[in-house]
């Protein structure tokens, strides 16, 4: 408001003390007050949460009931992958200490591991295309390795 504010504070708080009335004093006092006071700062928001990739056991009920391929990232960073559910967990997995990618499809109530990788985008989106295909076509002999059943904690 003011460039500098101790020459306004002086001109004023002296100002007041020139005027005959009360009425006046307290008015000057209060735009005085006004000047000097800060603005305050708007608190800080936080930003909105991040959508999370979800952990293994809540990505495999997903991808069972969305019918959708599974893509789990083992001790590696997680990415979006178009056309199935993405879980992260940390290794050993499915017999691998990672860093892998493990891609399985739902066969009924129960996932089926259909592919292990590494972390590389190209073989991770070959993966779930193939995993989709399997998908579309139920393959008659399943003879693929079940994935793990995630843990229940229930009590």
Not at 8 to 24: E, F, G, I, M, N
Not at 46 to 71: C, E, F, I, T
Not at 98 to 106: N, S, T
Not at 119 to 130: L, N
């Amino acid at each position: 408001m003011f460039r500098f504010p101790l020459l306004a504070l002086c001109v004023l708080t002296v100002a007041p003390l020139a005027a005959d009335d009360k009425s006046d004093r307290r008015s000057r006092a209060a735009k005085v007050a006004l000047a000097l006071a800060t603005p305050r700062a708007k608190p800080a928001t936080a930003p909105a949460p991040r959508p999370g990739v979800p952990g293994y056991g809540s990505g495999y009920s997903q991808a069972v009931k969305d019918n959708k391929p599974l893509v789990v990232f083992v001790s590696c960073v997680p990415w979006q992958v178009e056309g199935a559910v993405v879980a992260k967990t940390e290794g050993p997995f499915a017999g691998n200490a990672g860093p892998a990618v493990v891609v399985g499809f739902p066969d009924g109530e129960r996932l089926l591991v259909d592919t292990t990788t590494t972390c590389d985008r190209e073989k991770v989106d070959a993966a779930v295309k193939s995993a989709q295909r399997k998908i579309d076509h139920k393959p008659k002999d399943n003879n693929k390795p079940a994935a793990p059943k995630p843990l229940k904690w229930d009590v």
